[in-house]
């Protein structure tokens, strides 16, 4: 009887875990979620300058940036962004950047962070349409 009551009381416990954790993902476990107050979050931005340098770093190692027809780009912010939990987060931001004529120009970025690795990883750099 009393291991009968252990095994349920862990079943209990599990599924209550599992329903904090969705709730805790807007019930939207894997699916996308919009970050708020994008330009305030000192992460976000973080992340976007990564993406940028990143992008500037790929481009001298291709040639001294030659490559890239608007030359190095210069973070100024992330404007948009969602993230969504897979084996780490995954940033989709919008990033407003400068280039060396002066234009200013919005790139998609695609950045998966695994902090436990320390480890972030830029997927996806490219003119937004």
Aim: aromatic share 8%; proline share 2%; glycine share 10%.
């Amino acid at each position: 009887m009393g291991k009968l009551i252990f095994i349920v009381s862990v079943s209990v416990l599990s599924l209550c875990t599992v329903i904090a954790s969705v709730s805790g993902y807007d019930g939207k476990v894997g699916g996308r979620t919009e970050v708020e107050d994008v330009k305030k979050n000192k992460q976000v931005q973080e992340v976007g300058r990564f993406s940028v340098e990143e992008f500037n770093r790929r481009e001298m190692r291709r040639g001294g940036g030659t490559n890239n027809v608007y030359g190095e780009l210069m973070f100024a912010e992330v404007t948009e962004a969602e993230k969504q939990v897979v084996s780490g987060i995954k940033y989709y931001m919008k990033i407003e950047v400068g280039t060396k004529s002066g234009e200013t120009k919005i790139f998609d970025s695609v950045v998966v962070l695994k902090p436990w690795l320390h480890s972030k990883q830029l997927l996806n750099f490219s003119p937004s349409n």
